[in-house]
């Protein structure tokens, strides 16, 4: 929901410092990729270093290139050390200390118990929740849409490419919007069936507009601020007004307005940006790490709300 919002603002900030962070301005550090490059990165080299690189590294998508900005990268953060500088970040991002294939394990690690936890749930909610109930399928739309958000995340930490970049922005943006959709059915879409499908049908034109000119006009990192911004803002009023309107009368809504403020609330340790420690955990992973019990609390919640409409419903065939 809307710690979604604050993860792609940071991300949005970083990206936009990525053609040039300080660390890959530095003169020595540009030196030793060109002659780590010339040096190991072509003919006979270049087949000593594939013939050497562990299996799982090249199915990763780790190159000869990658290798030398790496190497590289710590030269440059031992030499700013032993100098009494302050640790510079490289392309937009604080060095990591590499493990296996994961570029920033405790990040990847990380966004993959995210969507554990995610499966989790979902099995819990098909195993609980009949499919009778009105916000069934819409609820385990969410799930799956989650699901996929937090594999490409997964992926995006293990292994920067600009692929992975951009489907990590994208489907992060589709589980807000996603996420505002869930509101409108549980708000308005329940009573008035019409008017939800007119507003999906809206969402999707705005995800595929916003999509398509970020893929096919120019990645313009503003615009997807802005946009991001602009939706998780609808998306954090809409669901804190209906949870403020509705705690006296629904109880299980409580849980709702929790996952609400603490999302807020942990998005604040986004802006707490330095060096992560142990070159392994960073403010991003540790927001990563604490919003894992949130999003099984909010799952609880649909659990709630979904057996809470089916009994509603239930008993108003009778009275029919």
Same mark, same amino acid.
């Given at each position: 929901?809307?710690?979604?919002?604050?993860?792609?603002?940071?991300?949005?900030?970083?990206?936009?410092?990525?053609?040039?962070?300080?660390?890959?301005?530095?003169?020595?550090?540009?030196?030793?990729?060109?002659?780590?490059?010339?040096?190991?990165?072509?003919?006979?080299?270049?087949?000593?270093?594939?013939?050497?690189?562990?299996?799982?590294?090249?199915?990763?998508?780790?190159?000869?290139?990658?290798?030398?900005?790496?190497?590289?990268?710590?030269?440059?953060?031992?030499?700013?050390?032993?100098?009494?500088?302050?640790?510079?970040?490289?392309?937009?991002?604080?060095?990591?200390?590499?493990?296996?294939?994961?570029?920033?394990?405790?990040?990847?690690? @990380?966004?993959?118990?995210?969507?554990? #936890?995610? *499966?989790?749930? %979902?099995?819990?909610? $098909?195993? /609980?929740?009949?499919?009778?109930?009105?916000?069934?399928?819409?609820?385990?739309?969410?799930?799956?849409?989650?699901?996929?958000?937090?594999?490409?995340?997964?992926?995006?930490?293990?292994?920067?490419?600009?692929?992975?970049?951009?489907?990590?922005?994208?489907?992060?943006?589709?589980?807000?919007?996603?996420?505002?959709?869930?509101?409108?059915?549980?708000?308005?879409?329940?009573?008035?069936? @019409?008017?939800?499908?007119?507003?999906? #049908?809206? *969402?999707?034109? %705005?995800?595929?507009? $916003?999509? /398509?000119?970020?893929?096919?006009?120019?990645?313009?990192?503003?615009?997807?601020?802005?946009?991001?911004?602009?939706?998780?803002?609808?998306?954090?009023?809409?669901?804190?007004?209906?949870?403020?309107?509705?705690?006296?009368?629904?109880?299980?809504?409580?849980?709702?307005?929790?996952?609400?403020?603490?999302?807020?609330?942990?998005?604040?340790?986004?802006?707490?940006?330095?060096?992560?420690?142990?070159?392994?955990?960073?403010?991003? #992973?540790?927001?990563?790490?604490?919003?894992?019990?949130?999003?099984?609390?909010?799952?609880?919640?649909?659990?709630?709300?979904?057996?809470?409409?089916?009994?509603?419903?239930?008993?108003?065939?009778?009275?029919?």
């Amino acid at each position: 929901m809307a710690g979604r919002t604050a993860r792609l603002v940071l991300l949005a900030g970083a990206a936009a410092l990525a053609s040039g962070s300080q660390g890959d301005r530095e003169p020595v550090y540009r030196d030793c990729v060109h002659r780590c490059e010339e040096r190991n990165c072509s003919g006979g080299a270049l087949r000593h270093f594939r013939s050497r690189q562990p299996i799982y590294m090249s199915l990763a998508g780790w190159t000869c290139q990658d290798d030398c900005k790496y190497e590289c990268m710590w030269v440059t953060v031992g030499l700013y050390l032993k100098e009494g500088h302050k640790v510079p970040q490289f392309h937009g991002k604080w060095p990591f200390s590499r493990f296996l294939f994961f570029q920033e394990p405790a990040s990847a690690m @990380a966004s993959f118990l995210n969507g554990l #936890a995610s *499966l989790v749930m %979902l099995c819990r909610y $098909h195993t /609980s929740v009949p499919a009778s109930s009105p916000m069934y399928p819409t609820c385990v739309a969410f799930a799956w849409v989650s699901l996929n958000a937090w594999f490409w995340s997964t992926v995006f930490h293990t292994k920067d490419t600009d692929l992975t970049e951009k489907m990590d922005y994208f489907c992060a943006s589709t589980v807000i919007l996603h996420s505002i959709y869930l509101c409108c059915v549980r708000t308005v879409g329940l009573q008035h069936p @019409a008017v939800a499908s007119a507003f999906r #049908a809206l *969402l999707l034109l %705005l995800l595929t507009a $916003h999509v /398509s000119y970020l893929s096919l006009v120019r990645f313009d990192y503003g615009y997807n601020l802005a946009a991001n911004v602009a939706i998780g803002l609808v998306n954090v009023v809409w669901w804190l007004a209906w949870c403020l309107w509705n705690r006296r009368r629904l109880p299980h809504v409580r849980k709702c307005l929790v996952v609400v403020l603490l999302l807020q609330g942990l998005s604040l340790l986004e802006l707490l940006d330095f060096p992560p420690f142990f070159w392994v955990l960073d403010a991003h #992973a540790i927001w990563h790490i604490s919003t894992i019990p949130v999003h099984a609390l909010f799952f609880s919640f649909l659990e709630d709300d979904s057996l809470y409409l089916l009994k509603e419903s239930e008993a108003k065939f009778k009275l029919d």
